[in-house]
T-cell receptor
Framework: NAGVTQTPKFRILKIGQSMTLQCAQD?????MYWYRQDPGMGLKLIYY???????DKGEVPNGYNVSRSTTEDFPLRLELAAPSQTSVYFC??????????????FGPGTRLTVL | GQQVMQIPQYQHVQEGEDFTTYCNSS?????IQWYKQRPGGHPVFLIQ?????EVKKQKRLTFQFGEAKKNSSLHITATQTTDVGTYFC?????????FGKGTLLTVNP
């Protein structure tokens, strides 16, 4: 199993550009998440999904959109990039929503810079 | 939101010294998870604690969950250079995690 994969690894955007960060998992996990990590600030939840066709906002959703058309894929869309979106983005997945089985598996991350 | 506070923010130790990081909440935690993130890497799950007063060990790492389920700690005995990284606690609520800001551990060989 590849686990959770993310592409690209690095990206530089100009202000106002758009892009999609890709995330895929091959563990048949129901739950998928997008986080951003800023230096010294821990991880902040952007969006999450509890299954194909279902998504919901996390703590910091403004400026982002997601979709979940399949169990495997959970892309994150930035429509109008702003310098405040410079961050490292992590995708994660977990098997179940129950409190005893929600270990999250993280992808390697995408380092995004908006200039 | 329901945050968790981690202290200290940074800790520098000599190899062989012990290290402890603490995670505190103002509200009762249903469970707490701990993750480790190596420099330049991604968070990796270490453990989950669910029961009041629970203590779990993984080799040199000891995890505790407070009796009131409002705090947790991670203790590393005799640190090694391989222990460097940021240690995060995260409160679990159904299918979501809220992460603390983490404790960055550096180890001087």
């Amino acid at each position: 199993n590849a686990g959770v994969t993310q592409t690209p690894k690095f990206r530089i955007l100009k202000i106002g550009q758009s892009m999609t960060l890709q995330c895929a998992q091959d563990m048949n996990h129901n739950y998928m998440y997008w986080y951003r990590q800023d230096p010294g600030m821990g991880l902040k939840l952007i969006y999450y999904s509890v299954g194909a066709g279902i998504t919901d906002k996390g703590e910091v959703p403004n400026g982002y959109n997601v979709s979940r058309s399949t169990t495997e894929d959970f892309p994150l869309r930035l429509e109008l990039a702003a310098p405040s979106q410079t961050s490292v983005y992590f995708c994660a997945s977990s098997y179940s929503g129950t409190s005893n089985h929600n270990e999250q598996f993280f992808g390697p991350g995408t380092r995004l810079t908006v200039l | 939101g329901q945050q968790v506070m981690q202290i200290p923010q940074y800790q520098h130790v000599q190899e062989g010294e012990d290290f402890t990081t603490y995670c505190n909440s103002s509200t009762t935690l249903s469970n707490i998870q701990w993750y480790k993130q190596r420099p330049g890497g991604h968070p990796v799950f270490l453990i989950q604690l669910v029961k009041s007063g629970e203590v779990k060990k993984q080799k040199r790492l000891t995890f505790q969950f407070g009796e009131a389920k409002k705090n947790s700690s991670l203790h590393i005995t005799a640190t090694q250079t391989t222990d460097v990284g940021t240690y995060f606690c995260a409160r679990g609520s159904n299918y979501k995690l809220t992460f603390g800001k983490g404790t960055l551990l550096t180890v001087n060989p």
